[in-house]
């Protein structure tokens, strides 16, 4: 038997009326939307058939959730992915800034090879981010579009 990890998607929509039992709509939202849709339109953008059942995951979340909820609850995951993004990019100016250390006798411009490799790290980090807030507007519009397919 094999397991066909691209029809996952319908097992974790099944699981949105028991976490929103138990967890409440946000919950619920925040489960479906941000942890698996997001997951799994990340592998659509490497594998075919994640990306054949990518409309079939949508359309089964925009039945899952009225309008209003949908609305709320993208605003609420964007303005997350916001803070995200900026939190990062304050750090790595922070690291690209930083005073001289005692590290180097305070002489030198206060780089070493940990600030370097951490100043790497979050720019690798805002990268990521950036990539993740483009699929997420991308997601976004087809969760509140007015009508999915074609004419």
Do not use: C
């Not at 409309?55 to 209003?68: C, G, K, L, S």
């Not at 990539?131 to 509140?144: K, N, S, T, V, Y």
């Amino acid at each position: 038997m094999t397991v066909e990890f691209h029809m996952i998607w319908r097992d974790q929509v099944g699981a949105v009326s028991a976490i929103r039992q138990q967890h409440g709509e946000e919950a619920a939202f925040d489960y479906i939307v941000d942890e698996k849709l997001m997951n799994f339109a990340e592998a659509a953008e490497e594998r075919p058939a994640f990306a054949r059942e990518l409309p079939r995951f949508v359309a089964a979340i925009r039945e899952a959730f009225p309008p209003d909820t949908m609305q709320s609850g993208l605003q609420r995951l964007a303005r997350y992915l916001e803070e995200d993004k900026v939190g990062a990019a304050d750090m790595l100016r922070e690291k690209q800034g930083n005073p001289p250390s005692e590290v180097d006798g305070g002489g030198g411009n206060g780089d070493t090879d940990d600030d370097f490799e951490d100043a790497e790290m979050l720019a690798r980090r805002i990268q990521s981010l950036s990539a993740r807030q483009r699929r997420f507007e991308f997601l976004r519009d087809l969760l509140i579009s007015e009508r999915l397919g074609t004419v």
